[in-house]
């Protein structure tokens, strides 16, 4: 883009967020005020509902995709723009969807027109809660030990099997899977990639409570469950391949995760507020502080150059980011529980404001390193499929 063309997009950028997002709504978002997509949307308030109707009625909630599928239109360097406005204005996001940040760009790449009329518009509207059936027991890190099976009869696929650790799948509207179509070929040449209707029968989920006496993870029982062949992904047996790039844009977005809606503390901010003095360790701390959000800014610039190079195919960069990027995660909740000495990990329920945040945080922080496949896995994938390494 032109610069004037540039600096004409930005003022109607900061103009409508002016008109359309609410004072409430330019303010760090706790979980417990996320909107995520459902045929069930939720919203916690007045506001967060006008501000999700309005990004999805201009269609940024997709930016890039085609106005056709309920997406803005933009170019990438247009979105781009549109990201640093919304993130200058600390703007929520409109809505948390799994569809749009993994789903949705398989199905423009692999995807049939149908499918495409089918599913792209209802995700980019929020109207379809997705979960991810990928692993199994006996198929975690290795991926394509995959058990689940799926038959090919008049139309439809008959489904036997089990997934497990997937998120909220007790909440989902759909599901997103990988299943067995073939047992006498290599293991990766023998998948395929379905959508599977979660609201029909013999589907069983269980939550599996964590040492929290939370439950964000489901075992999803399947004892012949049916989906049509229309929502295979790509030619039977051709799965893996989508897996594939399905987990290049899942590693993206682990990677950008902390400006995903969390509350975002800054590390510098809780330094400052906690040493009003600073001694001769705190300077120290400063300093690991400083060095921190400079590799942040470096990761922020890699992962635009990587968002540009996965339109059009493998990006190397991806890999490696998620890697670096949840591992400066855990070093910013590192960062600021130091700050807050022992305040900093209080977790009982009276705890409130930054030492609330900053222990629940500091705590979730720990899981980043394994969400999205763990960083010993990534370690294995750089070295084998970037750096050529025998493994």
Not at 259 to 282: I, M, N, T, W, Y
Not at 350 to 371: D, L, M, N, P, R
Request: charged letters at 25%; proline letters at 4%.
């Amino acid at each position: 883009m032109m610069e004037h063309s540039i600096a004409k997009f930005t003022q109607e950028i900061d103009d409508w967020i002016e008109l359309h997002c609410p004072e409430s709504m330019r303010t760090p978002m706790p979980v417990s005020e996320q909107v995520w997509a459902s045929s069930n949307i939720h919203f916690p308030s007045k506001d967060s509902k006008d501000w999700f109707d309005a990004m999805v009625s201009k269609g940024w909630c997709t930016p890039e995709w085609p106005k056709e599928f309920g997406g803005g239109g933009l170019t990438f360097d247009e979105s781009k723009i549109l990201k640093q406005r919304l993130k200058f204005f600390g703007c929520r996001p409109a809505q948390i969807n799994f569809g749009i940040s993994m789903l949705g760009p398989v199905l423009l790449e692999f995807g049939t027109d149908e499918q495409k009329q089918e599913f792209l518009p209802k995700i980019s509207r929020g109207e379809i809660w997705w979960c991810q059936g990928f692993s199994e027991p006996g198929a975690g890190s290795d991926l394509a030990n995959i058990s689940t099976t799926a038959y090919l009869s008049n139309g439809k696929y008959a489904i036997e099997g089990s997934k497990i650790w997937t998120s909220e799948a007790n909440k989902a509207d759909w599901m997103y899977c990988l299943v067995r179509t073939d047992k006498t070929v290599k293991k990766q040449a023998g998948i395929s990639f379905v959508l599977i209707d979660l609201k029909q029968p013999n589907i069983d989920i269980k939550p599996i409570q964590l040492l929290s006496g939370q439950s964000p993870f489901c075992q999803v029982y399947f004892d012949n469950v049916y989906a049509n062949e229309s929502h295979r992904i790509a030619a039977e047996n051709d799965g893996w391949k989508v897996a594939k790039r399905l987990l290049q844009f899942e590693r993206i977005m682990m990677a950008d995760m902390e400006s995903e809606g969390a509350v975002d503390v800054e590390p510098l901010k809780v330094f400052r507020d906690s040493h009003p003095s600073a001694s001769l360790g705190s300077k120290k701390l400063l300093k690991k502080i400083i060095a921190h959000e400079m590799r942040n800014h470096l990761i922020e610039m890699t992962m635009s150059r990587s968002t540009a190079e996965s339109q059009n195919g493998f990006s190397p960069a991806g890999l490696i980011l998620k890697y670096i990027s949840t591992e400066e995660t855990q070093t910013r909740w590192e960062l600021n529980v130091s700050s807050l000495g022992m305040g900093g990990l209080e977790i009982v329920d009276h705890s409130a404001g930054v030492k609330k945040e900053v222990s629940k945080s500091f705590f979730y922080s720990k899981a980043y390193t394994i969400a999205g496949g763990s960083s010993e896995v990534q370690l294995n994938i750089i070295s084998k499929n970037i750096l050529g390494l025998i493994s």
